[in-house]
C-alpha cells in the first residue's frame, strides 16, 4: 500500500506522493515528513500525475461523506466475541518463517498450500491468473474461502499474503506486512467455520479473500500494484457479484505491537464509522483512527466501483514507519494483543453488519 497524505491530529503531514522507490523511504522521509503543515487535506491534491488516482478515490470517498450515516443501533445482548490471539500469532510466525514470499517463488507456493491445508473442508475458491508486469510475467492466486449465511448478501474481508518482489534479496520476511493479514483471514476462518458443524451462519454470507500481488513489482502506481484486487474486483463486476458485497474490509499490517489504526479517508465513511462503534463496545477504541489520511491498498477497486469498502491498516510502523517495507519487518516488532483487538473489533463488526 502507499499513502499520500496522513493527518495527526490538527498538523498535516504532507507527504511527497511519487517517491521513487522503497530504498530512498528514509531520504524522502526526511525531506518530506519533516515539513509539518497545517494546511487541509482537501488542498493537498494536486500534486502531479502520481496522486490522480488517490485524489479521485479520495474526493469519491468525502463527497460520500455527506451521506448521513445510519443511526447506531442500541448495544445487543449478544456475547462479545473473541478471537484465539495466540494461535493466529502463531499462524503469523509459522507464515513468516517461510521466507519472501513473492509472486509465483516456491515459498509463496508453499504458503498457497499451507492456507489450502489450513481451509480442508471449507468451500474455497480459486482466482488464478497471469500478470503481465514490468518484469515480466508472474502466476497470481486469489484464494476465497466461502461462509455461507441465511441473509442474502456478502461481506467480504481481504488480506493479502504476497511479499515484495523488489525486497527479495534483503532477507525481507513481511512479518507484519503480508504475514498478519495472512494469519487474521485464517484466524477468521477458524470463528466462521462455527465448529465444523456446517450449519449457515445467521447472517450475511462471509468470503474470506486471500489476496495476491497486492505489492508492486517495480514501483507504486495504478498499473504496478493490487494486482490480484484489481483482477478479482473487475471479474466480480462482470459475473454480479459486487452488487451483493454489503461491506468489504481489507486487513494489512494489523500485527505491530504499537497498534493504532488510521482511519483511511479512501473509503466509505459509514463502514469506518460502524468499525469504529464496534472497537468502542469492547473498548478499543483508542487504538484506533489517532491518525487519518487516504493510503491506497486492496480496497481501492472496489471503492472506484463503488462498493462500501474500508481499508483497517496501521501505518505507522516503528518511529515514522521506519520497519515497513525494511528487514526489520520481523515478529518481534509484533504483538497477539494487536492481533486481538483488530480480530475481535471485525468480527463485532461483521455482527452489527448482520443486525442491520
Ligand atoms: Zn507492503
Partial sequence: MIEKTIKRNATTIKVCPTFPCVSLWLLWLKICVALPLTIA??????CGKGTATTASAASKSESTAKTPAPPARAPDSAPLPHIDSKRAFQYTREVTAFGPRYMGNENHKKLEHYILDHLKGDQVEDDAFTADTVEGKFPVRNIIA???GTKDGIIAILGHYDTNYPLRNIGYVGANDGGSSTAILLEFANQ????GSGKARDGYSVWLVWTDGEEAVRKWSDTDSLYGARHLAEKW???GTLKKIKALMVMDMIGDADLDIDRNTIGTPWLLDLIYAAAERLGYQSHFYAREGPIEDDH???VKRGVPSADVIDLDYGYNNVFHHTAQDTMDKLS???LEIVGDTILETIHMLDQR
Fill in 41 to 46: 487535506l482537501s488542498s493537498t491534491v494536486a
Fill in 146 to 148: 466461502k461462509f455461507p
Fill in 192 to 195: 466462521l467455520r462455527g465448529g
Fill in 237 to 239: 463486476e462482470k459475473d
Fill in 300 to 302: 481501492l477497486p472496489f
Fill in 336 to 338: 497477539p494483543k494487536s
